[in-house]
C-alpha cells in the first residue's frame, strides 16, 4: 500500500513518463490516488469522485487509507484528494497540512455538517433537560456499563476520527468515560439493540447522515464551539482546559488536494474544483448502503444515473 513517490522519479520511469507522454498525449503518467475510509458516503462519494475524474479522461486508483493520517500522507504526494473533510473531525488535522502549504483547500461542498454526541428521542423521558449536556451529565450513571461504571459509558467512532472526546470529557469533567467503536457498523448496531430495548445509550453521530431518516434522536448540545477551543486552554467555560466546547454546528465539508497536484493535473484539478455535494447527496450516498444494503459500486453508479446533468456539469468544458 505504500505508493511510490512522483517526485522521486529516477531515469527509468522518466523514460517511461516520456513514453507514457508520447503515447497518450497530455495524460499524467500515473493515477490520481483516492482514499477509501470507513463510513459509507466516503466510500460511495470515492467512485463517484473517481468516476466522474475517468469521465474526464483521467486514471483514477483507490486507496484504503487511515483517514485521520491522510492528510500526513496527502502532503508527502502519496494521496490526491480528500473529498470528504469534516470539520469537526478532520479540521484540525487538514487545516494544519494546509497552512504548512502542502496540502491546499481546493473547494467546499454545499453540504453542512455536524457531527456530535447523540441520543435516540427515549432517552429524553430518562434525563430531564436534555439536549443540554449538564442534564446529560448530571444522568451520567444511566448510561453506565460494567466497562465504565460508575462512569457513563460514551460510545464514540473509531479513535482515526480523531474525535477528541476524551479531551472533551476532561475539558468539561463530565461523569462519563469514552469507549470507542470499532467500526461505523459496530456504532449502529449498538443503536439499534438499545432502541429495542428502550435502553440508555449516547453515542457518535453525524449529519449528513442516514440516520435522520431512520431514528428520531438528537444531538447534545455543548458549550458552543469556538475558534481556537481546542488549542487554546484559556478560552472557554473552564480556563484551565481545551476542548471545552462542542464540534461546529454549520460544519465545513472541504475537497483537499495535494499541492503538487493542480499543477500536474490541471484538467483534473478544474473538476475537482467543480465537484459539490449537497446534504441530500452525501445522506443519500451513506442510505444507499447502510439502509438500501447496496454494494458501494452500484450505489454509485446509482447516484450518477439520478444525478447526470449534475456532475456531467462538473466535468464539462475540461478538455481531455
Ligand atoms: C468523519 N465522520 C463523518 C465519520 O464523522
Redesign the pocket.
Known sequence: MKPIKYLAAGGASAALFGLALAAGGAQAADPIKIPLHN?N??LVGAEIVGRILEEGGHEVEYVPAD?GAVYEAMCEGDIDLVH?V?Q???GVAFEKQVSKGCVVDAATHDAK?R?EWWYPAYVEEMCPGLPDWQALNACAAKFSTAETKPKGRFLG?PAE?LKKDDERVAGLEMNFQVVNAGS?DALWAELAIASEKQQPIVL?N?TP?FIEAVYDGKFVEFPEYFEGCREDASKGINPNTTHDCGNPKDGYLKIGVWEGFPEKNPEAYAIIQKINFNNLDIAVMAKLVDVDKMEVEDAAAKWMDDNESKWRAWVEGSSS
Do not use: I, L, V
Open positions: 463510513w458516503s466516503q483517514s470528504e469534516w469537526g473531525a478532520f455538517t457531527e467512532g476520527w461505523a457518535f453525524w447522515n
